[in-house]
DNA sequence: CGCGATTTGTGCGCACCTTCACAAGCGCCT
DNA sequence: AGGCGCTTGTGAAGGTGCGCACAAATCGCG
């Protein structure tokens, strides 16, 4: 999706024995660590303390060797004949992933989205905190949400800098997505997530992640599409599909990260 | 828009049926034509009538080549040595994607996030109309959002019917999304996008996307983790050389992953 | 103390996606 | 009319990811 730059791609000599690390994960990998993540605290809180790769895929709905292969990847350390100790397991996803402390970030666009997503409890459970919230209009700084206190975007710098802020999230207007991408940048922040429905172009080094609703929705849409046509010609669109079970079963394919 | 319906020329050879086109476009294709679309509108917007495959790529931040092959999926109209036609390509695509009229979407959960996304101009802007809100909280039922009333769940089959409702967000809390989603499914919903985190089971059919907000910011936090390593380490010596064992001893521990 | 049940880790083939490079087509200019 | 430059469409190469299937490793039990 956003632009990963394999760049000059600096070998980053794995330093031995000490870290497990993370030298060139591959991407499709490190997408859906978050998802293990979220299932082993789950099991941890259903007081399992061990797991197998097929419990642990089932949990997190994807497939057990998909799993095995990922978790091999991180050099994880699995015990054949028993699975995987699930507290041992959150502990190396999480330092993989750069959570073992809770990051500080910054909300800039305090109106319809981002003011949902400054009380969004998922973040503040997941490692993240909101630290400030940012917005051009001077009628809504001074606003009090969450906790917060929205600031003008003029101060961006000295807040960023003084909290030591990497990561950002834009929920700013298209408009205005591309300037606060700069003075963000500007001021050092080196990770946005972009609600705003447009590209943001950014120097080389700063990772962008784009959300985009409406996007989501089309391509939803074009499946919808596909299947009413589907369903209007009998030509033989339904001979794929296995006999269809009245229950809930096979989970669906959705997801495809990205974006 | 535009009842565009005759199709171009009932595909390219094998015109069997009068199938309009779209038979199997690849997925990271669909995912990507929202994007175009949305770089063609402003465009139009620009007073430009024509634009080159590099042109529209640059705009949507993708390489040109990909363009290409993207639009010659879906048997694209372009002109050699002038380019495409930008509103023969707006309504191409937008008719490959389903959005010749404008659906219908029912939101479940009205809660912090579902607020702000019944109210999220985009959605309206983009092919999609917010036509019934639905939430379990009895306190919430009947308040008054962007000109809709929020509705019990319980009176979901209904509406669902009645407004002819295909696709159905659901921000609900993550203990409850399975739920909701067996109740929309059952009420004839055939594409979910859900913003719970959690995985959801459906029938086979019943396309899910998921949108987890956390998740997002993980990956970004694992980018920030490996950049912080990366400039910890000192750059000289790491250039280029992946993990050679020319080392003498290099113990076993190094795991290298890429062999 | 060895055996079988269980589960991880992974080699391999396959399918998809991306990118390059170039021939074919189109319009314009001379 | 003909050639020339520009742009599309696509064949082919390269890369990445996925899933099967199986060997290796570990535990529990008799």
Known sequence: MSQHHPGPESGTS??????????DLPEATVARLPEYLRALHH??????????SEGLANSAGVNSAKLRKDLSHLGSYGTRGVGYDVGLLIDQIEFVLGL??????????????????AGYAGFANRGFRISALFDAD???VGERIGGLIVQ???????VIEAEGIAIAVIATPASAAQSVAGRLVAAGVTSILNFAPCVLSVPEGVDVRKVDLAI????????EHRKAALTALPTGGAAGLTALPGGLSTPSPGEAVGT
Chains 1, 2 share one sequence.
Request: avoid cysteine; proline fraction near 5%.
């Open 14 to 23: 794995a330093h031995a024995a000490a870290v497990p690390d993370f030298p």
């Open 43 to 52: 099991l941890a809180e259903s007081g399992h303390d061990t797991v197998s």
């Open 100 to 117: 073992t402390h809770r990051r500080a970030v910054a909300l800039v666009g305090v109106g319809n989205l981002g003011h949902a997503l």
């Open 138 to 140: 001077a009628a809504r």
């Open 152 to 158: 003008h975007i003029d101060d961006l710098p000295e």
């Open 216 to 223: 989501e929705l089309q391509i939803l849409s074009f499946h």
